[in-house]
């Protein structure tokens, strides 16, 4: 029997899973919300708004009913923003069988509690429920194109992890494994806050050597934060640490830098937000990983920084003085 997989979220990434999936073999259903959109999809064979020219396999199915999508398949693979994650989980709780796994492509903290999604998906559907985070650097648009990706799926169960693979890995879409589902989860979130800090500086002219080092020292303080989390050192200098900062940082797929790039041009956060028109996960992250930062007294500077300009309205160019102006220590501190 052909396996199956069923993707909640239908913007840019959950369609490009959605696409990846069903052009490995595998049957899919990707939901969406809106039944507009949903339509639209039907009839054109194609995202417009997220994915222009990119056209969906036949094997890919659609569907605006959540309910259509839980028994669709066992395997769910949510892609929604991260502050529509825990009311998804809600959503489907009554629907889940037995057999029920779920994973995520989503980034980000809980915006009520600041907690890890994986944290979340145990307050909601128990702690018992089988559960893989999927990371990396990964552009939408690229695994849409079939170009050669790689990413982590981090789950505390092998079997689940495997299966996932079995739906997603080919040799055009590279899948590592890992344990360490906290440390994924932190790489992922917080590469974000870092992107809008790189969009920043460039934005306000710096060059090539302020880029690499926001990106050094920025891997710097996700790991003390991630460690003291419970991730693993090793997770930070992988795909989903190192290599999904790099990307985020550097190239201007990312919405995250952007948006910091429109900041550091001195367009205000709305009219950047509204310019990019899609979800910029970095704000609420900054806001989460600061407080986290707060709450286990751990230094992340630039972190803190970005806060500051996002949500106490400190000029960029103030922000990276008040980085610059810092004692001096040791570059292992």
């Excluded at 919300?33 to 997220?50: D, F, M, S, V």
């Excluded at 999604?117 to 128990?126: H, I, P, R, T």
């Excluded at 992988?238 to 190239?251: F, K, P, R, V």
Aim: with cysteine; proline share 4%.
């Amino acid at each position: 029997m052909p396996s199956s997989i069923s993707i909640l979220g239908a913007g840019s990434w959950g369609t490009a899973l959605a696409v990846q999936a069903a052009r490995n073999g595998c049957d899919t259903l990707l939901w969406g919300h809106n039944p507009n959109h949903i339509a639209a999809l039907k009839q054109t064979g194609e995202n417009c708004r997220y994915l222009p020219g990119v056209q969906f396999p036949k094997n890919l199915q659609f569907t605006d009913k959540i309910g259509e999508a839980v028994a669709f398949s066992p395997v769910l693979l949510i892609s929604v923003p991260s502050h529509a994650f825990r009311d998804t989980l809600a959503q489907i709780r009554p629907m889940l069988s037995e057999s029920s796994r779920i994973a995520w492509a989503t980034k980000g903290f809980d915006c009520q509690d600041g907690a890890l999604l994986s944290e979340v998906a145990a307050q909601v559907l128990g702690a018992n429920i089988q559960s893989a985070a999927l990371s990396g650097p990964t552009f939408a648009q690229e695994v849409a194109a079939d170009l050669p990706t790689a990413l982590t799926i981090a789950s505390t169960s092998e079997i689940f992890a495997a299966q996932l693979c079995e739906r997603l890995h080919n040799q055009r879409f590279r899948i590592y494994t890992s344990n360490d589902i906290i440390g994924v989860q932190v790489g992922g979130a917080c590469k974000n806050v870092l992107a809008i800090a790189a969009g920043i500086a460039d934005g306000l002219g710096f060059g090539a050597n302020t880029r690499a080092a926001l990106i050094t020292r920025g891997l710097t303080e996700i790991m003390r934060l991630g460690i003291k989390l419970g991730g693993q050192a090793d997770t930070f200098m992988g795909l989903a640490g190192l290599g999904d900062l790099i990307l985020t940082c550097t190239d201007n797929q990312s919405r995250n830098r952007r948006f910091g790039l429109a900041l550091g041009q001195g367009k205000d956060q709305k009219h950047a937000l509204t310019e990019i028109n899609q979800e910029v996960e970095g704000v609420s992250a900054a806001r989460e990983a600061y407080r986290l930062s707060q709450k286990y007294g751990v230094e992340m500077p630039i972190t803190e920084q970005v806060y500051k300009v996002l949500f106490e309205h400190l000029p960029p160019k103030q922000a990276v003085q008040n980085l610059l102006t810092r004692d001096q220590k040791p570059e292992s501190q």
